[in-house]
């Protein structure tokens, strides 16, 4: 007996075009995720010399420039944290870029430490 053309066994399991959609455009934003990771490079710019948890600010001292809106990942040993640097004062005056050598006011979304690392994230 000849199976009608278009049918498929039953131990076949095709899964609905939309679920493979949504699998593959998942699978695709995870490698993405994971290549944008690879590929970003750290740059080491600074160093948290004092942090005022009741405002969350971290004092950092620059060893190179740095921009508001940069992308920044503080470490240490208990920290790890990653944000955008929204807020950036010199003096108790907002600036938008600071440079080499200077010690600036970082609005912090986290608790940071003394000694931590300060690096530019250049995708």
Request: glycine fraction near 8%; include cysteine; charge should be positive.
């Amino acid at each position: 007996m000849k199976k009608p053309a278009g049918l498929v066994p039953p131990w076949v399991q095709i899964p609905p075009p939309a679920l493979v959609n949504s699998v593959s455009q998942q699978f695709e934003s995870i490698y993405k995720y994971h290549l944008n990771c690879i590929m970003a490079e750290k740059i080491l710019i600074g160093k948290v010399t004092h942090y005022y948890p009741k405002i969350g600010v971290a004092v950092v001292e620059l060893h190179e420039t740095l921009k508001k809106g940069d992308k920044i990942e503080i470490e240490g040993k208990t920290t790890k944290l990653s944000q955008i640097v929204t807020s950036m004062q010199l003096n108790h005056i907002d600036i938008e870029t600071a440079g080499a050598g200077q010690t600036v006011g970082v609005k912090v979304v986290d608790r940071v430490r003394e000694g931590d690392s300060v690096y530019k994230v250049v995708e």
